[in-house]
C-alpha cells in the first residue's frame, strides 16, 4: 500500500522538481492532504454537527464556542491522519521508535493546537473574519512551522 500511495504522489513530482526535493514535495502532498482533511471536517462539523451553536458542558468551562469546538473535533481527526501519512510517507529515514515519535508528533501537533486556538479566537472574535476562512489563515501559518518542526524534532533523523 505505502509503496503503491509513493508511487502515485512521486508520479506528480516531475514538474516539481526544479523547486522542492522529492521529500519535500510528499510532504506538501501529506500536508496539504491533512489540512485540506481538516479544513474540510472543520467546515462539516462547524456547520452541520455544531449547527454555528456554542456547546454546553455541565463542568468548567460551562461553555465553548462553535469555532473552539469544532477546532477540537477536527483536531482528533487530523491527527491521526497526519501523523500517519507523516511516519509511513515522508519521514521514513528515522529510526526514532514509533512511540518516541508519536510522542514527539503529538508535542508539536499540541502547540500547533494552542497557535490555532489562539490565532483562531484572534480573528474570529476580534477580527471578525469567517471561522473558515480563519481557519485556512491559520493552516497556512501553521503547515510552515509543522514541516521544520517535524523535520528537526518528531522524526529527527540522526547524522
Known sequence: MRKAVLKFI????????????????????????????????????????????????PFPPGM?????????????ITFIIGFSLN????????KLKG???????????????????AMLKLLVETFHLYPTVAKIICTVILAVFSYFSQKHFSFKVKQ
Do not use: C, M
Not at 511516519?87 to 528515522?94: D, G
Open 10 to 57: 512521486d508520479f506528480f513530482y516531475p514538474p516539481f522538481s526544479r523547486w522542492v526535493s522529492p521529500h519535500t514535495f510528499r510532504y506538501i502532498i501529506s500536508g496539504g492532504t491533512t489540512a485540506a482533511t481538516g479544513i474540510i471536517v472543520y467546515y462539516i462539523v462547524y456547520n452541520f454537527i455544531l449547527h454555528q451553536q456554542h456547546v454546553d458542558l
Open 87 to 94: 511516519k509511513y510517507l515522508v519521514f521514513t529515514q528515522s
Open 64 to 76: 465553548i464556542t462553535a469555532p473552539v469546538a469544532a477546532l477540537i473535533i477536527e483536531s482528533v
Open 99 to 117: 512511540r518516541v515519535q508519536l510522542f514527539r508528533y503529538g508535542t508539536v501537533v499540541a502547540t500547533n493546537i494552542l497557535l490555532n486556538f
